[in-house]
């Protein structure tokens, strides 16, 4: 395939990110590769199409295709993850998120989500969030003694504030979520309970996780990431939300949906459900436990002592660098991560204290163990010199040689 067009300025800046993308080591934990099947999905004449309303109902004639393959989507969506109703329009998994909020709450309504700088999302009841102008937003925390989710304090607060909706889901969590004790908490509340998996999904739809289905009135998630599909959005209900849901999705916060992106939905969902796919989810785990140990050997602190899925986050205090120095070291060498607040942190969240760090991506391109051994090296080596240029150039052109051993978008594009 090759990359080429009449734009040559666009077509020069995608050249170069596709470059960027196939030499550099991705270690950003919400981030992945899709493969060819994905890609030419979404660059098909679905693009053209609008297809406002839902299979058999649409405001545009010429829907035909577009109702079958949206329909595949949605049973993909429901077998995969053992749920009564699934749209699979969302763009995101904020509007995904979104529709939930719609479907189940009134403004001012109360709602209960993990702290944003203890490893929640935006859309979990961050101030600058909808989830936290439009709703009275109140949240949980990590415990201070082992960084990880206290039920007890979960109950207590719910308790006190009397939320209409919890939600059970992170960006930056590295522990299993318990999602059966999080449903107890809300039917002793009277709350509903989202749970948004948008970075484990890969997860849970390969049984590696526990699965919120059966427990969570909602279940939200992003398609990417772990899931390894199109950037968009999922959002899951039981049979009696489903009008509410739907209506929440369209009209309420969307239009025509995108269906070159539902269609790569659906591809991806397909592969999902293989063996293949599952063995992938397995190296991911696998990879991260040991390069969490690997980082902890090379004497980084873990937060929360490890890991039991695809992320971890690493503390710089120990090394006297901030997050955000060495993100900017470490992309300079090739290796991409994000600063990222650690619980507890005395830093903004613009310097952070941390980094978050994640292996679908690396885990997509075939490596394991002994790969991940040679990454905490390089990471190491750069932290402890983050303004020698001369050593990130250095770096940065051994990474291109590892990715060498490793191709992806170089075994399809002319690069």
Known sequence: MKLDG???KVFELMRRELDREEYSLILIASENYVNEDVLATQGCVLTNKYAEGYPSKRYYSGCAYLDEIESIAIERAKVLFGVDHANVQPHSGSSANMAVFYAA???GDTVLGMDIAHG???THGARPSFSGKWYRAVSYAVSAENEMLDYDEIRSIARKERPKLIIAGASAYSKIIDFAKFREIADEVGAYLM???AHIAGLVAAGLHPSPAGYAHFITTTT???LRGPRGGLVMCNADLAKKIDSAVFPGIQGGPLMHVIAAKAVALGEAMTEEFREYQ???IANAKHMAKCMADLGFRIVSGGTDNHLFLVDLTPKNVTGNEAQIALEASGIM???NLIPFDTKTPGVTSGIRLGTPAITTRGMKEREMEIICEMIDAVLKRPGDRSFMDSTRARVREMCKSFPFYSRIYDI
């Open 224 to 226: 990417h990431k772990t």
């Open 195 to 197: 749970a948004d998996i």
């Open 6 to 8: 009449k734009d040559t």
């Open 120 to 122: 929640g999302h935006l």
């Open 105 to 107: 709450l009134e403004r």
């Open 337 to 339: 991560v994000n600063k």
């Open 282 to 284: 397995r190296q991911i």
